[in-house]
């Protein structure tokens, strides 16, 4: 069994704050983290490899050099080998070009020894796209099953697997042929305290570097900047929604009350139905 | 898992008296473990922010070409002692201490461990993190044979183990090298805000040349509301670090909050103008272990040795503590190597360390200053009175009232007197002397 998964390193948002006159992160004194969908998608990839009795698990991400710390805990956590792919050319990347690029990589991961599997989290909590793992699931034209929360079977030899996935209304049964790319919600496996030996192994550990050369030459029209059409318009904190009026009951009677907020609730339904009786008439 | 996990050496902890013993013991070639269980090097780790250069010097010659995250140099030093609505500042500059690399530095932890904790794995030492070593194993003769975490398959083997657990001492306890919790009349907290000021600005208000100029105060009287106890006021690269500390018990008898003190510092109405405009980014506290050289725990046993805060290696007088745990371990590190070389980790052999402790400052500062804690909390007037009457007289002696001068020093002797009888001063000057002399 040979997984691949795609992780990110980013800011942990829990501590981010947005500065008020660019729109944009303050980024700086933020620590990085794995991004937290991508720890439980590498834990579940690691415990399907222990389900299946063996196998590889290879972590990819694409980002600063910085970033061979996220794969390092990647490793702690029982992947079998890094690749970090970096390099200047990539910067500025949206979720297109970083489709390509880690698309590409997995073809040629694939080339080197057959994947069964592919795993990313939902989504990045810096972004919150969920764009990224679709995208490569696209380009390489293979079977997508977004918010995965369990793998039922997983059949090599089939080369089927049954896997649960979360909607609105409740689960989702699917059944898929291999290989196949989920994106996983945070049920799909808890993440386990990785044993001391791994920490020690990770600690030794060098993730490979690709840069957009070598060994793999990527197109140079599809990466970075280059292959990105994304543009951000504009990024603002909205104003926080101010408080409701506050009618007592005690002071102008049940009824009055009552036909007060009827009246805002008929107001705000009516401005909300104008354009749709507008396309009647 | 296969086989167990073993090295040379295990150090727990990677503040400076464990990294000091890690980096010593990889440069003399063992393999060695750092075990540490915050998020990094130095996560848990908090200090007013003096940084002495010998002891760094000692353990790693070349310390400055492999550029330290030091703050400023410490080209300026002295006291401040406040009444309630004055001080009186006694500072010592000079152009000798204008030098590089300086004899101290102001230093913020969270940026100076890390990068020392670099170098020890950069001489091969490997450094976990994340790791909390939850008990010693020891064999069937009660000898330390090893660590056991709080990870799966998390026990590793060492004959030897060097505790660098910091204040909290639940590993040297369990070694049977200190009976017992501290005391919290031996244990200072003392709490801390870094401030951010911009450089020139800092510059400006410290009347600094340049970003090659720092200043480190301490500060005494009504900082702690005349408590034993002192404040500091240090000036990083661009932000002030200032903080109070006091006893644990001082806190706890007064029923004070420490940030309340802290928050009262800050409004001092001399230190205000220092700090306003500034933001704070960090804020935090720390135990001080202040038990002093006749409490100190055991420093070794079979198969152990421990070092820095976990031994009540603090000058409180000084305030040093990271100069002395650095030195104990790189001590506690060429003990690790020789016992290596005999083949013998026994208590007897590992005894050495100590000897060769006592050849140095660590513990002989530590024994001069054996009584300055019980001495500080028996004389809460050197604090308190003392700081109150220098201000009185400070105030008499600059203001002119159109008195004569001889009046005037009637005064100030009747304030003494009516404060502190003459007696009493010279009792406490006998007191203090022989505190400071040990």
Known sequence: MHAVVAIKQVPDTSNVRIDPETGTLIREGVPAIVNPYDIHAVEAAVQLKERVGGGQVTVITMGPPKAAEALLECVEQGADRAILISDRKFGGADTLATSYVLARAIEVINAEQPVDIIFFGKQAIDGDTAQVGPGVATRLNIPLITYAVAIEEFDLAARRAVVHRRVEQGIEVLETTLPVLLTVEKEIAPVRHAPLPRLIAAARYQPEVWTATSPVPF????????????????????????????????????????????AVIEQAHVRNLQPVTGVVS | MTGRLTFDAIVVGAGPAGVAAALTMARGGLNVIIIERGRFAGAKNLFGGVFYTHALADVLPDYWERKPPFERPVTEQGYWMLSPDSAIRVMHKSERYLKEPADAYTVLRARFDPWFAEQAAAAGALLITRTTVTRLLKDERGRVIGVDTDRPDGQVYAPVVIIAEGVNNLLTQQAGLIASDLPPKYVALAVKEYINLPAKELQTRFGLSGPREGVAIDVFGDVTLGLPGTGFIYTDQSGISIGVGMLLDEFVTHRLRPYEVLERFKNHPVVRPYLEGGEVREYGAHLIPEMGYDRMPKLAGDGVMVAGDAAGMVDALHREGTNLAITAGKMAGETALAAHQAGDFSAAFLSRYRRKLEGTFVLQDMKQYRRMTDFLESSPQFMGTYVNLLNEA????????????????????????ERRSFTGVAWDMLKLMRAMRG
Do not use: C, N, W
């Open chain 2, 394 to 417: 400070a105030l008499r002696y600059f203001t002119a009232h159109g008195i004569p001068k001889r009046t005037m020093e009637h005064e100030i002797l009747k304030m003494v007197r």
């Open chain 1, 219 to 262: 197109d140079p029209q599809q990466i970075g900047l280059k292959g990105s059409p994304t543009v951000v318009g504009k990024a603002y904190t909205p104003a926080p929604r101010s408080g409701g009026d506050v009618l007592s009951v005690a002071e102008l009677g049940l009824d009055a009350v009552v036909a007060r907020a009827m």
